[in-house]
């Protein structure tokens, strides 16, 4: 038993510092003047709307832009997760 609670301790810690590797990535997407910034923890830490788009752009462009950005951090943690080694008992 006291196995298993260190093995979720050590993967609770693995987790941690995995959140606070990815704190400091981030990733931007771009497209028909929308412009999304988003860190490794996948908060959007900036959002630019160029002058004079349309709202119908603004409602088709905007989940495109976000699906974007997050399929970069997506991608960003994989490989950080990859280069780290993977999560024990995941490999």
Avoid: H, Y
Wanted: glycine share 8%; proline share 3%; charged share 30%.
């Amino acid at each position: 038993m006291f196995s298993k609670l260190k093995q979720i301790r050590d993967l609770r810690s693995r987790a941690k510092q995995m959140q606070n590797l990815l704190s400091g990535e981030s990733a931007t997407a771009e497209r028909s003047g929308i412009k999304i910034t988003m860190d490794g923890n996948m908060n959007i830490t900036a959002l630019t709307i160029a002058e004079g788009v349309p709202r119908e752009t603004l409602e088709r462009e905007l989940p495109r832009v976000i699906n974007e950005v997050i399929k970069d951090i997506q991608r960003i943690m994989a490989r950080k997760m990859q280069e780290s080694g993977g999560i024990p008992g995941f490999n």
